[in-house]
């Protein structure tokens, strides 16, 4: 099983709105990902989590707040978004956070902030 | 900067004939590449990777080769099918851990 789920798969808040993304795998990895997605570019890395510890933050703003609370579920905490920030959010997990292993992504989360 | 570039934005090609999809990178410390596949409305879907320590790894029709003095990799399908039109991403890692930096995409269509 090579399945990592996200949800919901579109979403749609206002400026002032909280909301909350999911991810799930079952495939016991201990590195998890966020990557946003603008139309016609390629992925970008947000937050990297290994071993349920928050080891990478790529400079992004406050207003998204990761979460892991288990080695298997991931979070972004959604608040006070700009329009500038509607994307396609990708979740992706790998063995572990070293090079060389190949990670996984969900089928994305489609954002659109009004 | 661009550290990882696909400089061709999109590609046609005859079902049955070879795609080949390029790559560079500027970076030297990268020392794992891949190739995903994207099609719309999709997370990306890992294809191949290869190995700073090797220039070609084959998986059926797709073989990726790595030159690395050119700092260089390509994708090649043999033989395209229909069901490869998606947009290619070629990643580099290694530089730091296991962060995957993405080039700008090809789109392929392969034409019946």
């Known amino acids: 099983d090579t399945e990592v789920t996200q949800t919901p798969k579109h979403l749609v808040m206002g400026m002032t709105n909280k909301k909350s993304l999911k991810c799930e795998q079952h495939m016991g990895h201990r590195a998890m990902y966020w990557y946003k997605q603008k139309a016609k570019k390629p992925p970008e890395l947000m937050f990297v989590?290994?071993?349920?510890?928050?080891?990478i933050n790529e400079s992004v703003p406050s207003r998204f707040s990761p979460e892991c609370p288990n080695s298997s579920l991931l979070n972004l905490h959604l608040h006070a978004l700009q329009p500038e920030d509607s994307a396609l959010y990708l979740c992706?997990?790998?063995?572990?956070?070293?090079?060389?292993?190949?990670?996984?992504f969900g089928p994305g989360t489609r954002l659109t902030v009004t | 900067d661009q550290q990882v570039k696909q400089n061709s934005p999109s590609l046609s090609v005859q079902e049955g004939r070879i795609s080949i999809l390029n790559c560079d990178y500027t970076?030297?410390?990268?020392?794992?590449f891949l190739w995903y596949k994207k099609y719309p409305a999709e997370g990306p879907t890992f294809l191949i990777s290869?190995?700073?320590?090797?220039d070609k790894n084959e998986d059926g029709r797709f073989t990726v080769f790595l030159n690395k003095s050119a700092k260089h990799l390509s994708l090649h399908i043999v033989p395209s099918q229909p069901g490869d039109s998606a947009v290619y991403f070629c990643a580099a890692s290694g530089s730091a851990g296991n962060m995957l930096t993405f080039g700008g995409g090809t789109r392929l269509m392969v034409k019946p």
């Open positions: 992706a997990s790998s063995q572990g956070e070293i090079t060389g292993l190949e990670q996984y």
């Open positions: 989590y290994s071993y349920e510890k928050l080891s």
């Open positions: 290869i190995s700073s320590i090797k």
């Open positions: 970076n030297s410390m990268f020392d794992y």
